[in-house]
């Protein structure tokens, strides 16, 4: 079975600082990885996704994850945090099994951008 | 192209009444997950479904709930017997394929169960 654990329920950076949510992944098989971002009151967008292309991957509103095998790990970041990013953002692992893509969620890293 | 349609967007149910919330997927999509988010947590795996079958309900209470997608109409979570322990989130998802298609969310239902 997959999991997912996200480093860090709570991550405060100031505006113009790097963005850096830790997520690492456990799967028996090479999985898809996503990143999403709920903001209050409203559904998950989807930011970006890894589908075993390129190890480095870009998204939406500057964001980018890099796949690292031998780390498990997805790493989302973003060179320059906006007031706009304030919002929760989740890891999720999908295996693709026969059963359909369901999704195996981390438990959520609330970003808060300080002025 | 509409995107997901949940409905209704809030509800409040005292205990022991029914629940039911509504999912229309994307157009041209045939595939429909439903996630629950209990509070400070994150989205928990709930069913998959297809039109007319449900694929995989792994994630669903073996009690007090169930789902269906007809042929025709939107897809239905049933909550029977409502408790407290419901009050939650719930998210549809639809996708037109399995596998590595990206699956987008609705905005959600929020029970509320006084």
């Known amino acids: 079975a997959q999991s997912v654990t996200q480093l860090g329920s709570h991550v405060s950076v100031s505006e113009g600082a790097l963005v850096l949510l830790r997520c690492n992944y456990s799967?028996?098989?090479?999985?898809?990885l996503f990143w999403y971002v709920q903001y209050p009151n409203q559904g998950l967008q989807l930011l970006l996704k890894y589908t075993s292309a390129a190890t480095l991957v870009k998204g939406i509103n500057g964001f980018e994850a890099e796949f690292k095998k031998s780390e498990t790990s997805f790493h989302l970041t973003k060179p320059s945090a906006h007031m706009r990013d304030a919002a929760e953002y989740f890891c999720?692992?999908?295996?693709?099994?026969?059963?359909?893509?369901?999704?195996?969620f981390g438990e959520g890293t609330q970003l808060t951008v300080n002025p | 192209n509409a995107g997901v349609m949940q409905n209704p967007r809030h509800l409040v149910r005292r205990r022991g009444q029914e629940a039911r919330l509504r999912c229309s997927p994307m157009k041209g999509h045939s595939h429909v997950y439903w996630y629950r988010q209990l509070p400070e947590e994150g989205l928990k795996f709930m069913v998959y479904?297809?039109?007319?079958?449900?694929?995989?309900e792994s994630g669903m209470p073996k009690e007090r709930f169930s789902a269906e997608f007809p042929k025709e109409g939107p897809s239905i979570l049933r909550i029977q017997q409502v408790v407290r322990g419901d009050s939650a989130a719930y998210f549809c998802a639809s996708s037109p394929a399995v596998f590595t298609d990206t699956q987008y969310f609705g905005p959600g239902t929020r029970l509320t169960v006084l």
């Open positions: 799967s028996s098989v090479p999985p898809y």
């Open positions: 999720a692992v999908s295996v693709g099994e026969t059963s359909g893509s369901r999704l195996t």
């Open positions: 479904l297809q039109k007319e079958n449900i694929i995989d």
